[in-house]
């Protein structure tokens, strides 16, 4: 169950790592979309203001790269009298006439396990709230941490759980003696039929208890001090 759990844990860590690196790969189709948007503004106002002609397909691209923003990223757009297309994300322009600024992403600076998208100028966080980056960012900064500490919680329980039955001193195969390799005259016992007392009858000094697995090998070590005062009852 543990080499279960640890690879259900991996699998999410290595599932974060991929989101993080399709994450890069949208917010630079974003950047190369509105790229395209900024250069089809500047080719409309030289073909219909300068040559007073129609760019019906160059308004057509235009069209389509505006869709393909809007799936990536929430936008909004408005139209000019220069006939350009200024795109907005949130209230901050991510083309204006024939300009771009561009997006990118980074840490989080007050959480370095989470990616933030920003602006590339002025280090300002870009208002993601629709689109496929908005959704990545929600499953690998919401959802995937949720499930990881789920996991992290089951496993602390679980731990906490077979400790107490171990404490217990419950197994598949339950204890009834334990045999030391000192006779009883090392503790000082008799067979007398006096009350038996380990502390008054040891003298002074620790008692160390070593559990090993089937291996041989030590799993847990403690120590008990022993004082003549001691006593327990």
């Known amino acids: 169950l543990t080499s279960v759990i640890n690879e259900a844990y991996d699998k999410f860590t290595r599932f974060r790592k991929d989101l993080d690196s399709s994450l890069n790969q949208i917010v630079e189709q974003v950047n190369n979309l509105g790229g ?5 503004n500047d080719a409309i106002f030289h073909v ?9 397909d160059l308004r057509d691209s235009r069209d389509k790269a505006l869709d393909e923003l809007s799936e990536l990223i929430g936008i909004s ?24 600024q ?7 600076i007050l959480d370095a396990s989470k990616a933030e998208v920003v602006w590339e100028t002025g280090d300002r966080n870009v208002d993601v709230s629709s689109g ?6 929600e499953v690998r900064d919401q959802l995937v ?26 197994s598949l195969n339950p204890l009834t003696a334990l045999e030391s390799e000192l006779s009883h005259e090392a503790f000082g016992v008799s ?10 009858a040891g003298e002074y000094g620790s008692l160390h ?19 003549n005062d001691d006593s327990f009852d």
Do not use: C
């Not at 395209?36 to 089809?40: C, G, K, S, T």
């Not at 219909?48 to 019906?56: K, R, V, W």
């Not at 941490?145 to 419950?170: C, H, R, W």
């Not at 291996?215 to 004082?227: A, M, P, T, Y």
């Open 36 to 40: 395209e948007v900024a250069r089809l």
């Open 48 to 56: 219909e203001t300068g040559l007073h002609s129609e760019a019906n």
């Open 77 to 100: 757009y408005s139209s000019a009298d220069n006939e350009m297309v200024n795109v907005f994300v949130g209230t901050n322009p991510l083309v204006w006439e024939n300009d771009l």
């Open 102 to 108: 561009k997006l990118e992403v980074r840490r989080d």
């Open 132 to 137: 496929k980056i908005a959704g990545f960012l």
């Open 145 to 170: 941490p949720t499930y990881m500490d789920d996991l992290n919680s089951f496993a602390s329980t679980l731990i906490q759980e077979a400790n107490k039955i171990y404490s217990k001193g419950v």
């Open 191 to 200: 067979t007398t039929t006096e009350d038996l007392n380990l502390v008054e």
């Open 209 to 227: 208890f070593s559990f090993y697995n089937d291996d041989k090998e030590i799993v847990r070590s403690q120590g008990i001090l022993v004082d």
